[in-house]
């Protein structure tokens, strides 16, 4: 037999299985509700991703090589002094970077489907196909035409609100939500932004992450993020950023308001028969970071290239242990940065006064070094014993001061 996998979902994460793929001569069906998506997102990427995904330099709007902490007493603390002169964080549009890799996946002959998926039909036994019935808006518009597609796998990379997951019933996830203003500045203060992004922490802006502001090509990304979402709250805390970065933000012009649900953690399952997650379907976004582009690319792409494997180049559709292999392969390779990154959440998140002891630990040059590589390139570099220890100190210290401020 030759093997038919349908990929639902087109952002970083789908076009990249969906890429992996037909590389490997597997017939591959990639659908995308909404061509023109533009995610609310931060929008950073990682060095690595630009070199690991081959990413052309114009789909980067800007290279931000400085880094700007402000604790919940406005102390700032600068960023960026150990990156060599080729290193940087990549902000990107996220219409512009999705468009990119679909439409290379596309090129290199994935199934473009403008279409959503209403429901998907699991079958009985392990042998006959999956039966995905979906709207096809190539023509009828917003309704769709009625369709079917029978495959023999499914990648779910459709979000934290994901269909696919719903349909293998995987169970669910908490999820904090992104809310974010793009706002276009005058030139003056638009220089300031140049290659410069800025992190606001405090209770004012999110009781239990951060907010932003990262400079996008001609406009800022203006945001915050909390895993305790309601509107009124959410409205609440962006006037708190808006407030903290007036001076900043000031004769800006909001050109668009965006928001969107971000996962806590992964979903109790991942992998069902022969159906995959991946990405924010998965819950591949990190804590403390809220990082998720390079996350869920990586992800898929790990999940596909296991299918090219164990299909043997498209020959057989994979069993559920063997699609499992991803996801032990995944959980080896990142499980520690997520424990990490979750306990350093729930540490300097937790009040305003470990937050400017967090803040305040920024400042040391070995830890700004050590968090920088661990960031651009997703491996925790290890420094030499006397550097691991100092910085060891230098946390239990900052935590200790900021329990013993803590109301």
């Not at 995905?132 to 917003?142: I, T």
């Not at 996008?216 to 895993?227: E, L, N, Q, R």
């Not at 990142?334 to 006064?353: E, H, M, N, P």
Request: proline share 5%; hydrophobic share 40%; with cysteine.
């Amino acid at each position: 037999m030759a093997l038919r996998v349908a990929v639902i979902g087109a952002g970083p994460a789908g076009s990249s299985a969906a890429e992996t793929l037909v590389k490997a001569g597997i017939e591959t069906y990639l659908f995308e509700r909404k061509l023109d998506n533009a995610k609310p997102c931060g929008g950073a990427i990682p060095l690595c991703m630009v070199d690991e995904f081959d990413l052309p330099p114009e789909i980067i709007d800007r290279r931000v090589r400085k880094m700007k902490m402000i604790s919940p007493s406005n102390v700032e603390v600068n960023i960026g002094g150990t990156l060599n002169d080729d290193e940087y964080i990549g902000m990107c549009r996220r219409e512009v970077l999705d468009g990119f890799l679909r439409d290379r996946a596309h090129k290199l002959g994935a199934k473009l489907i403008n279409g959503t998926m209403h429901k998907l039909e699991i079958p009985s036994n392990d042998k006959d196909p999956y039966i995905l019935h979906y709207a096809d808006h190539a023509k009828e518009g917003l309704q769709g035409e009625a369709k079917t597609l029978k495959v023999d796998m499914v990648i779910g990379a459709d979000g934290a609100n994901s269909r696919v997951a719903r349909a293998i019933d995987a169970g669910d996830y908490n999820y904090a939500i992104a809310f974010q203003e793009r706002i276009r500045l005058p030139e003056d203060k638009m220089a300031y932004y140049e290659e410069l992004a800025e992190m606001y922490v405090g209770d004012d802006v999110s009781p239990d992450f951060y907010a932003w502001v990262f400079p996008k090509y001609d406009h800022v990304a203006v945001g915050t993020g909390t895993m305790r979402p309601n509107q009124a709250r959410i409205k609440e805390l962006q006037r708190g950023i808006r407030a903290r970065a007036a001076k900043r933000l000031e004769g800006g012009e909001i050109i668009k308001v965006e928001a969107h649900p971000i996962p806590e953690h992964p979903r109790p399952r991942r992998v069902v028969g022969r159906v995959a997650l991946v990405g924010d379907a998965a819950g591949t976004v990190t804590k403390s970071s809220g990082e998720g582009i390079y996350f869920a690319a990586k992800s898929a792409r790990m999940c596909a290239e296991t299918i090219v494997k164990y299909s043997e180049n498209g020959a057989r559709a994979l069993t559920e242990a063997e699609l499992k292999l991803y996801i032990k392969q995944w959980d080896k390779e990142y499980g520690l940065t997520y424990k990490v990154l979750d306990i350093l959440q729930r540490v300097f998140y937790r009040s305003d006064a470990s937050r400017e002891a967090f803040v305040e630990m920024c400042s040391d040059i070995d830890v700004q070094r050590l968090t920088f590589d661990s960031y651009l390139y997703k491996t925790v570099v290890p420094a030499n014993p006397l550097t691991q220890l100092k910085i060891t100190a230098k946390t239990v210290g900052s935590l200790l001061r900021g329990y013993a401020l803590a109301p």
